[in-house]
């Protein structure tokens, strides 16, 4: 059986692995790419497998970064079945659509722009026509149980505790005439969180291929973080400000609701006004109530005496875009909950413009930033934003409560791999930012004893083989000859890390398999070799005048 990375790998979005053996051919996910430009361009760039011949799509949980490209692929003729759970088939109900029509409003944008220069527009990525195929092609099966979806080929789903819906899979494959038990994690869920059950933990595996969003990170205790919360509604009811919470509609903003429910039932804060500014999380919010079977017990207890934790006295949903404009004349206190979660579009974007400046707003992230978004800029410190081609001061306090967090620290991480007993159980490192994920693999083979890989975009891994060696990052010592003793900045010894790993792949086996345009390869190394060229003559001249 060989694997493709074909998102996913040493970056968080974009998922989607390509597994085939002599029988099957099939895909665990089909997400989209999010972040800077050269990851956005995946999302047009030819899928390395043709959409017909693949049989079925195994689809882990519904946000965007995994289900994102399924239309794509049914519109470049995908006929198989989609297999997820009954809640993630509702939630792809909504996000898919949602997904569409974002597609088609840029669509209109570039072209509005490109007519002004004589030029073309692309087409949308999807239509909602796309979408409504798509749909046509899942297949709902509960967690737990086995279902055959290809020659030879049988997965079941389990709680990954990460959203509603949510599932890693155990997959029944065969790899070079044996059985294998084959695990992908999807996205594992932060224990101790409200309203989902905790992550399921397995006893037997081969091979597992694990995310690593937070693979360098402990959060603080849900205890902790509720703390940290009162605090900052506490302290922005006190100065009449607002608390801006960026949240995707499927991510935290239902355990917003549920931790403000708690925290007002225990009377630790006032009743302060909350908006759910997000159409999407409405219908999401009511997806939630749909699907009490994926509920921890505490949640399920509430539900059986008749409360709503999803819902406080103060909440509003708004819905037009009339109604979300208003709140941006109201004043405070209050607590606004919009999307996107990662602060780069939506009409979160609307609220920082009108708020981000105030030194009475506090804005609290709670959800997973990636590089390149104006979230994590705002994490990062930023003084400045742009939006909406403005430059923006930041007076607003920024807050990041971790504790929220729908992923699994490295705590976690280790913990759940440590339950499978399998004494050759194999890794692959993936869904994290390359640091990360070369950190965790490597704590991973020190903590469990495990081989543990971090595969690179795009890379073919063959389960037959052994896991290759790992790839660390340079050491600064070793980078230190760059410059006059001072380590390289991080951005170089990224850089010098990404060229270790092509120049090993370009060494490697790849070039005989066909699958890659040697023409256009050989170009760019061209250009490359003189880029080289000149970057030694610019060292040599330093060495000289030093
Ligand atoms: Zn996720
Ligand atoms: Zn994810």
Known sequence: MEITCVGGARTVTGSCFWCRNEKASFLV???MFHGPERLEERNRAPFPFVAEDIEAVLLTHAHIDHSGLLPRLVREGFRGKIYATPATVDLCA??????????EMEAQWQRKKNVRKGKEAPPPLYTQADVERTLERFE?????TLFSFADGAEASFRDAGHILGSAFLECSLSVGGHRKKVVFSGDLGNRDQPILRDPETIETA?????ESTYGNRMHRSMGETLEEFAQIVLAAHREGGKVIIPAFAVERTQEVLYALHALQKQGRIPVVPTFVDSPLAISATEIFRRHPECFDEQTRQMLLQGES????????FTRSTDE?????ELEGPAIIISASGMCDAGRILHHLKHTIWRPDTHVVIIGFQAQGTTGRKLVEGAQRIRLFHEEVVVRARIHTLGGFSAHADQGGLLEWLGAMKNPALRAYVVHGEEEIAVEFAARLQEIIGCPAYVPFLGETVSLLEEVPPRRAFPQPAAAATMGRGAEPPESVARLIARLQGLAERLSSATWDRGRIDSRRLEKQLGKLAKIAEKLEGILEKGQASS
């Open 140 to 144: 709902p099966v509960p967690y737990g």
């Open 29 to 31: 996910d089909c997400g």
């Open 94 to 103: 909504i996000m898919l659509p949602d997904s569409a029509h974002i597609q």
């Open 206 to 210: 081969d091979v597992v291929f694990v």
């Open 324 to 328: 979300s404009r208003a709140l941006n």
């Open 309 to 316: 934790p999803l819902s406080v006295p103060s909440l509003t």
